[in-house]
């Protein structure tokens, strides 16, 4: 027979073996997949805008939900594998940022796990949704039309240095809305009789190329297209661009921030803080199918008077009047 202190014994243990039982037991917390071609150095700004938005609905990570990082270092083939190894890890929601990419590889990784992107292209013409209102299948986000943009950057460019007739433009023709950037810009230039040299880089060495190749043309002025790979290196092309006394325009104020002359566009940080509210949705139960793509209500103008000044340009009153912040 079993002693009475032996029974005791036994039954402590099993209490005592309660609170770890009950805590092993207890649901893993949901995993965001977040992919992103672009790098995690210079992205610790719109990382933290999207944790922002998660955390508008509730979410922390570490405490509500755990967040595993994919970036691509603006190589864009890297893409597919990355959302492969994001869907092995069966996350409940993937973020796919820095141009359509991200998301059409996601997409064709998985039909099922609702993707929620950030791009600066128009996700229809990418094939992501069928349409801004009614997105259909497993994805939705927000759109930043800043490919759309290029013609209205070209306009301030030309607004800001009105004598300089030949204006450069950076453009990468890995990514997907190149080409259609230049058409716009060809047309924009037309309209005001303004030429345009294209030179293409998609590397860190070729952006050091194609700025040479203006320089020994005397392209005074430049145009950056909307590019995820060109916001990685914005020291390195606002570098170059002081260097060589060009006047350049960018699409996002991380360029004018970081010593560039002027940026028009979508305010990316108000951008990553909405993916993050549509992601905390995905989390609530919400299908992206009755999600509409998000577009930007906010537009910011930036202009460095320091770098002006270090250009010798004197910044129109009524442009600068116009600015939403100014750099002194």
């Known amino acids: 027979m079993m002693r009475r202190r032996d029974l005791i014994g036994m039954l402590g243990g099993a209490v005592a073996a309660w609170p770890f039982a009950a805590h092993s037991q207890q649901p893993a917390m949901p995993m965001i997949g977040f992919l992103s071609s672009r790098s995690s150095e210079e992205s610790a700004g719109v990382v933290a805008s999207f944790r922002r938005g998660l955390s508008e609905d509730g979410y922390v990570e570490g405490r509500d939900i755990e967040i595993q990082f994919r970036w691509a270092d603006g190589h864009y ?3 597919p594998e990355l959302a492969a190894g994001l869907v092995s890890r069966k996350v409940a929601v993937i973020v796919a940022t820095g141009s359509p990419a991200p998301a059409l590889a996601a997409k ?6 609702p993707i929620v992107f950030v ?7 990418a094939g992501l949704v069928a349409s801004l209102n009614r997105p259909g299948g497993n994805v939705t986000g927000v759109s930043f039309i800043a490919s759309t943009l290029v013609a209205k950057n070209l306009q301030l460019l030309h607004q800001l240095v009105p004598k300089v007739t030949v204006i450069g433009v950076l453009v990468n023709p890995g990514y997907s809305d190149a080409d259609f950037q230049v058409r716009e810009l060809q047309e924009a230039a037309a309209a005001i009789k303004l030429q345009i040299v294209v030179v293409r880089a998609g590397t860190e060495s070729d952006i050091d190329t194609a ?5 020994q043309q005397r392209v005074e002025a430049l145009l950056v297209a ?4 060109f916001d990685s290196r914005r020291e390195q092309i606002t570098a170059l661009a002081a260097r060589h006394a060009i006047a350049a325009i960018y699409q996002g104020r991380e360029f004018v921030d970081a010593g560039g002359l002027i940026s028009y566009g979508t ?16 989390l609530n139960g919400m299908k992206p199918a009755d999600l509409p793509v998000q577009q ?3 537009f910011e103008l930036v202009i460095n008077l320091k770098t002006a000044k ?9 442009l600068l009047a116009g600015a939403d912040d100014v750099i002194e």
């Open 226 to 229: 909307n590019d995820p790979f």
């Open 267 to 282: 305010s990316i940080t108000d951008v990553y803080r909405q993916a993050g509210n549509y992601a905390a949705k995905v």
């Open 310 to 318: 270090a250009l010798g340009l004197e910044v129109p009153p009524l």
């Open 77 to 79: 083939d890297r893409l």
């Open 296 to 298: 930007p209500t906010k």
């Open 119 to 125: 791009s600066g292209g128009d996700p229809v013409r």
């Open 211 to 215: 700025i040479a190749s203006l320089v």
């Open 108 to 113: 064709a990784a998985t039909t099922t796990i």
